[in-house]
């Protein structure tokens, strides 16, 4: 693997020395708030001539490239007077632009330059939905949500039909970590997956790191999802209402002058208990089946407090809470001969969540820049299926009663902290910072089984502490001309009470040309996570169960190699291509058979395997004009090890669907109306049958042995924008799935009287569906 | 261009739009409706439970039900089958050969030219005798289908099985029927025990025959229903494939005994606290369910199986089970059939012979 490794680098190497065009120069810096020193995000940078136009990212940082000679820098931001600066660019120059907050107030403010509404890729590969990315984005069902806009990008694949998850580069869904104001968490999605908590009008960027990861980073053997939460924008209040299908919600941006505090907030509530029983009504009996609880409801909510100045820098505050519920009880009656028999089923389900995060970033000019965390984090999982029969003759007393009921609970609290200083400069850079969390894990896993009178309760796991170190050092430096080191090392450890491990994470990343249009790249990675996700592969009801390192289960280690190309054209395209290959030791994965009610203890239950997974990745973005959009494909494969009587074989893993072709366009006919679309297409979903019928039973070779049908699906959006005095009315009307595709969500065994055989039908829960949003800014 | 020009050539291209986007859908609604699976090749299936210390045959020779398989000495042959593809599967099986041999000799085999119906089910004779801590084997082959093989170690015979106390008691029960009314049955409490080495890996299986009177002058001989009241180990119940029991159903045509598959309780050795076992069987009769209206005779058997047969009967068990919690896997069932599927485990067993007249047991 690693000679043919070595070849590769030197042929992109030959072939990067081959392209090295004429001379250009790098023109960067940082965007700052005059009297406060802060850095401002989303801030429109021009460069002319070259009629150039980059967005600050969250640090306030821009970069432009261009040919030397006199140049002029000019601004746009809202709340703030324009800046215009005249220099001559002879070499690499870097200008932090100081920006005066404007003293009047503003009225209807029209951005009217060509602002970037896509999304970016960094110089390490990772995506960022910037501000005028997280407007633009398609929204599936009319719905803000990051992971939907997340599964459009090249190297990322959605879950099953309808899902929020996603599997990054062929890793599990749990491996997955999202990172708030310093804060680690992974959350399930609500209404039994189908929304992400992770609202994109409560976030200021959001960046998902799947190819390099800098060694402050850890906790996630996939991908972590960097969320910054909502930030003013001006110095008046603002506020936005939304109305939509799946939920509504608002969010507020009130800056404080006394003490000089910015305030933001949001809230959002569910809205399918307002129409799932009108929707049961209509769907066919196998949908309802599998739709979320009548009175299934969820509420987000985020409050940040911060504060920025020169003086002591930016000190935030983030506090970050989900809830999700339903309950569903069904009772069916029915006579076999003499014996009547009442059944009744249940549901519940759900989960809370609460991050307090406190992050205090000292100023940015001196020498070592610190920045120190403190977190808390607690989720609570709540899920319960009862199954109760009672038997009885004739209606008299029932003679036979049984009660199997299976709750799952479990909660993880977690106490975070850590300290970071940088040093350096553009040119080279050096970070050093330690972190650690303290986990309480209690599983609360209970099965109760009660058969006339008799009780049976099994308790699975037990509580448990885990201590999670970590030290890192990361270097940054342009090695060459244009050559570019990023590396690091990161020693993260795990420790409980009989057992600790420690996971040594080397990084590193070489480019070269990385702002050119055709910068090659390679990139190590290893990555460690100290939990374990175990994913079920039933009908799409994911156990959720989350598993600490214990003495068996040692962490999760994924090693990535990847290598490619990435680059910017005309400051409007940006295309990437990358081909990776991985491989994951320690992962948990249910047995076959494996059932909570059924089985006595979780050794009986789960298995220890490795996975590996490896694909080729490209995407291109056109991200400013009339159109913007995006073609991204991306094949990809991951397997996993199987215990079969004859020895350990490799099969497909659930994210194992090979080709992924996503394509997204918006068309803005002028700065009020615009129109899109994406088409998604996915190979289906590996899933297991039963593929042999006997008079004993059924049986199958292999887990995963079919793949569902090939998932594609057309969006349609259309957005109409209307300025009325201080108010702004954005008006979405879209159509999910518009050509009606039958997606799989899985597949029901079914008898068809008229042939006298067995066939597998296939459900589909989402048909076309239209919705409208009314967003009302203020 | 005027303004009305411009909003008829705005609502006749959105006309044109929503058009081609109706016929766009109609046109596309998925007709796949419907997934057939992969024609897979069949299997050759084999179930092979042999007690070496049972000879007997439970037969109903009273009902007009023939061909059951009815004692501990049966081996059924049997091809998988896709019932999607009807034109593939043949539930014959052609030119089978199967033998079954010790390690240095063979010592049953069968071999038909013909087609034979699927399931095909042999008896394995009286005279043939295993012999704990030797290796049996397995070998079956039909025509166009890989030869299964498959071996098994004969355990050693279990403990004799030790018995503490019985019970005998009517019970209030209401079942009215169209066919019967009853108020009252009679339970049997079997309080019993056996030990167990706990430094060999051990797995037992525990069923209950019972002879008495279904109803004067027919007698019944076989398995009976048991539960378990109370033990001081965990087990689990599972069809013991081979082995068939009656109860009394209620038809529209009135009164009728069916057949059921026997249910036997399993054991895994190493949950066994300390050395030994106790479990309180508890059996009842006379309540319009049960075949006999009197219980003359029980006898508990305890059965010693090799692993692999005790962990088939775990999957058979899940496999059912499992239907019901829709948060579990599908269950991997396989047993130690090599390139095929099934089991073929060889047992051995102890017998507590009670008399329930006299109170004597043996």
Not at chain 1, 493 to 517: H, M, N, T, W
């Amino acid at each position: 693997m690693f000679k043919g490794a070595q070849t590769f680098l030197f042929l992109i190497m030959l072939l990067a020395n081959s392209v090295i065009k004429g001379q250009s120069v790098k023109i960067s810096g940082k965007l700052l708030d005059k009297n406060e020193g802060k850095p401002i995000s989303g801030g429109v940078v021009f460069l002319n001539p070259g009629d150039q136009v980059v967005t600050t990212d969250r640090y306030g940082d821009y970069t432009f490239n261009s040919s030397p000679g006199r140049k002029q820098i000019s601004t746009r931001v809202l709340g703030y007077r324009p800046a215009n600066i005249k220099f001559e660019a002879r070499s690499d120059t870097v200008i932090n632009i100081l920006v005066l907050v404007s003293p009047f107030e503003l009225g209807e403010v029209k951005i009217l330059g060509d602002s970037i509404k896509n999304v970016e890729i960094t110089q390490v590969g990772s995506f960022i939905m910037t501000p005028a990315s997280l407007r633009e984005t398609p929204r599936l069902f009319s719905e803000p949500d990051l992971l939907r806009s997340f599964q459009l990008l090249p190297g990322v694949v959605a879950g099953k039909d309808g899902s929020s998850d996603i599997y990054v580069r062929g890793g599990g869904v749990g491996q997955n970590i999202v990172l708030a104001n310093g804060c680690y968490f992974f959350l399930p999605g609500h209404l039994l997956g189908f929304v992400s908590p992770y609202d994109l009008d409560f976030l200021e960027s959001a960046e998902l790191y799947k190819d390099y990861f800098p060694a402050e980073l850890g906790g996630g053997a996939s991908s972590i999802i960097s969320l910054d939460f909502k930030r003013p924008h001006s110095d008046s209040l603002k506020a936005q209402l939304r109305f939509g299908l799946l939920s509504s919600g608002f969010t507020v941006d009130l800056p404080l002058d006394k003490p000089k505090w910015d305030l933001t907030l949001g809230l959002k509530r569910g809205n399918y208990s307002l129409y799932a029983p009108l929707l049961k009504k209509i769907a066919s009996t196998e949908i309802s089946d599998n739709l979320p609880p009548d009175d299934y409801t969820f509420y987000d909510g985020f409050l940040r407090l911060s504060h920025s100045s020169e003086k002591s820098g930016e000190i935030s505050y983030l506090l970050f809470g989900n809830y999700d519920k339903g309950k569903d009880i069904e009772t069916i009656s029915s006579q076999n001969s003499d014996t009547i028999i009442n059944y009744a089923n249940g549901l519940t389900n759900g989960w809370n969540n609460m991050v307090h995060a406190l992050q205090w970033e000292m100023p940015t000019d001196r020498v070592v820049r610190w920045k120190f965390n403190l977190n808390y984090n607690r989720i609570s999982m709540g899920r319960e299926i009862f199954m109760q029969t009672e038997e009885s003759l004739n209606g008299s007393d029932p003679f036979e009663t049984s009660l199997v009921s299976y709750s799952f609970s479990p909660t993880i609290s977690t106490i975070g902290s850590s300290a970071l200083a940088n040093i350096g400069d553009n040119s080279s850079s050096f970070t050093a910072g330690v972190t650690n969390r303290l986990r309480f894990y209690s599983p609360n896993n209970i099965a109760t089984n009660i058969l006339n009178g008799k009780k049976e309760t099994k308790v699975f796991g037990e509580s448990s502490r885990v201590i999670e170190p970590a030290v890192f050092f990361s270097y940054t430096a342009l090695l060459a001309e244009k050559f570019q080191l990023t590396s690091g090392v990161r020693v993260s450890g795990g420790i409980i009470k009989d057992a600790a491990f420690y996971v040594i994470e080397p990084r590193l990343r070489l480019a070269y040309d990385q702002k050119g249009s055709l910068s090659p790249h390679i990139n190590y990675v290893r990555l460690s996570q100290f939990d374990h996700s175990v994913e079920g592969s039933n009908a799409g009801l994911r156990s959720m169960l989350w598993l600490p390192v214990s003495k068996n289960l040692g962490p999760e280690i994924s090693d990535v190699f990847s290598a490619g190309f990435q680059g910017q054209l005309d400051n409007n395209f940006i295309w990437t291509i990358d081909g990776y290959y991985k491989k994951t030791s320690g992962m948990v994965d249910f047995k076959p058979g494996a059932s909570f009610i059924f089985d006595n203890s979780l050794d009986d239950m789960l298995d220890r395997i490795n996975g590996r997974a490896y694909g080729l990745e490209m995407g291109l973005m056109k991200m400013k004009g009339k159109l913007t959009g995006s073609i991204s494909y991306t094949y990809s494969r991951s397997e996993r090890e199987w215990y079969a009587p004859e020895g350990i074989i490799w099969i497909p893993s659930s994210a194992d669907r090979p080709h992924n072709l996503n394509i997204t366009a918006k068309y803005h006919f002028n700065n009020l109306t615009s129109f899109g679309f994406n088409w998604i297409f996915t190979s289906g979903s590996p899933a297991t049958i039963y593929m042999h019928d006997t008079s004993y039973g059924e049986f199958f070779e292999t887990k995963n042995n079919i793949r569902y049908f090939d998932y594609h699906r057309l969006d349609l959006s259309f957005r109409h924008v209307i300025y009325k005095r201080r108010f702004t009315f954005l008006l979405d009307v879209d159509i999910y799935n518009a050509y009606n595709r039958k997606n799989t969500f899985y597949f029901l065994k079914t008898y068809d009287n008229n042939s006298k055989v067995y066939y597998y039908k296939n459900i589909s829960l989402f048909p076309v569906m239209p919705s409208l949003t009314l967003t009302i800014k203020y | 261009m005027k303004g009305y020009q411009k909003i008829l050539i705005i609502s006749k291209t959105f006309t044109i739009c929503i058009t081609i986007w109706i016929l766009f859908v109609l046109a596309s609604c998925e007709k796949k409706e419907r997934f057939y699976r992969p024609n897979f090749p069949e299997q050759l299936c084999s179930v092979g439970i042999i007690d070496v210390d049972d000879t007997i045959k439970y037969g109903f020779s009273f009902l007009s039900i023939k061909d059951i398989r009815n004692s501990m000495r049966f081996i059924t042959f049997e091809k998988s089958v896709q019932s999607e593809y009807p034109e593939v599967d043949d539930d014959t099986l052609d030119e089978f050969e199967f033998e079954i041999s010790s390690e240095n000799r063979e010592i049953f085999s069968y071999r038909s030219s013909s087609k034979i119906k699927s399931p095909l089910k042999f008896e394995i004779p009286n005279n043939i005798k295993f012999n704990s801590g030797e290796s049996y084997f397995l070998k079956a082959n039909v025509k166009d289908l890989p030869l299964i093989s498959s071996g098994t170690v004969v355990p050693n015979p279990p403990a004799p099985l030790t018995l503490i106390s019985i019970k005998k008691e009517e019970v209030q029960i209401s079942m009215s029927t169209n066919c019967t009314v009853r108020n009252t049955a009679t339970s049997v409490h079997f309080d019993i025990s056996f030990s167990n080495e706990n430094d060999k890996k051990n797995y037992y299986a525990i069923l209950l025959i019972g002879r008495g009177m279904i109803h004067m002058p027919l007698p019944y001989s076989g398995p009976l229903d048991f539960s378990v009241k109370e033990t001081n180990t965990p087990g689990f119940f599972a069809e013991i494939q081979g082995l068939n029991t009656l109860h009394w159903v209620c038809t529209e045509e009135g009164l009728e005994t069916n057949l059921f598959q026997v249910l036997g309780f399993f054991i895994d050795g190493s949950e066994i606290p300390g050395n030994s076992c106790n479990i309180k069987l508890s059996v009842q009769y006379n309540d319009g369910y049960s075949p006999i209206e009197t219980f003359d005779r029980a006898r508990i058997k305890l059965l010693s199986i090799p692993e692999e047969f005790y962990l088939f009967e775990k999957n058979l068990r899940n496999y059912t089970m499992v239907q019901k919690d829709p948060f579990s896997e599908p269950v991997y069932l396989k047993g130690n059939i090599i390139n095929g599927n099934g089991v073929f485990a060889i047992c051995r067993s102890s017998n507590l012979n009670i008399d329930l007249v006299t109170g004597k047991y043996e």
